[in-house]
């Protein structure tokens, strides 16, 4: 690409102006972002705020929200919830806020503060990793900030891709199969190493099938991820054979620690449910109080 010369007039490299030049569209759209940037978080604050102020410090207003949150019959103090969740609000919105006006501040003053050759490890200057998380991560976060946004993480089609997310089974689960398998830190894909389970698995426990049947048995194990890798292979005959292991080049004594990977990953499911739940219950209480206001 010609770089600079792209946005140069009369150069032989193609000038890009025209595209790069916006529409009135285009223009009164990116107006309208902005003033949602700031409007959004503004109003997030002052209804908090509102609520909290008034719940601690007017009578009148703490009596009046007491006999409304009365008149709902729910299971679960709703007056407690609703103040937990404006408290939640107020935090976050302060938060992301702050963050927007750090990243852009040294965006813009970074040269002047740190010099213009600082780089990072990538030669890029830090003054446009400072732009690029203002523009692509804060901007959109302030213009969609809301607590409602908690259901998102509570939503039956959204739980099991949040899972994978919150999980660290399976860079565990990785880390113990590339000590098992005597391979160097990352230097095999997680398909490379299920793949010298599974062929550990089907070289033993299926010894005695032809090689199409062991093939097929190999097929359906080798989309496996680690730790369900690792699973399979504890419940197979070849991982009690401590000598066969050896002779192969592994190392047993690593198993002895798989305790301590299921005791993760379990503690990892109950934080994930209680923390599902959190979300749901709070996405709710927001949902009744914007409803309600």
């Known amino acids: 690409d010609g770089g600079i010369l792209n946005i140069v007039e009369n150069t032989a490299q193609a000038n890009k102006l025209r595209a790069l030049r916006k529409s009135w569209l285009e223009t009164n759209l990116a107006v309208i972002a902005a003033l949602r940037t700031l409007a959004n978080p503004i109003a997030m604050m002052y209804f908090a705020l509102r609520l909290l102020y008034g719940y601690f410090f007017d009578d009148e207003f703490a009596a009046r929200f007491h006999r409304h949150c009365e008149e709902i019959t729910v299971s679960v103090p709703l007056e407690t919830l609703y103040v937990i969740c404006a408290a939640i609000e107020l935090s976050v919105a302060i938060f992301c806020v702050f963050r927007a006006v750090y990243h852009g501040f040294r965006a813009c003053c970074y ?28 901007i959109p976060t302030l213009q969609t900030l809301s607590a409602l946004r908690l259901l998102a993480y509570a939503h039956p089609n959204l739980i099991a891709k949040n899972a994978k997310y919150f999980t660290s089974k399976e860079e565990l ?61 504890i419940d197979s005959k070849a991982s009690k054979d401590r000598e066969y292991l050896v002779s192969r080049g592994l190392r047993p004594d690593v198993l002895g620690n798989l305790w301590r990977l299921h005791f993760i990953a379990t503690l990892e499911h109950i934080v994930f449910g209680i923390t599902v739940y959190c979300c749901a219950v709070f996405g709710m209480v927001e949902f009744f109080t914007k409803v309600c206001r």
């Open 111 to 138: 040269d002047r503060i740190m010099g213009a050759d600082s780089v990072n490890n990538a030669g890029a200057s830090y003054k446009y990793i400072y732009v690029a998380e203002f523009y692509l991560h804060d």
């Open 173 to 233: 689960a990785r880390v113990m199969v590339e000590k098992l398998v005597g391979k160097d830190p990352d230097s095999c894909s997680d398909e490379q190493l299920s793949q010298e389970l599974v062929g550990l698995i089907v070289q033993y426990d299926h010894k005695d099938l032809d090689e199409d049947q062991q093939l097929a048995k190999a097929d359906e194990m080798l989309d496996l991820m680690p730790y369900s890798a690792l699973k399979v292979f």
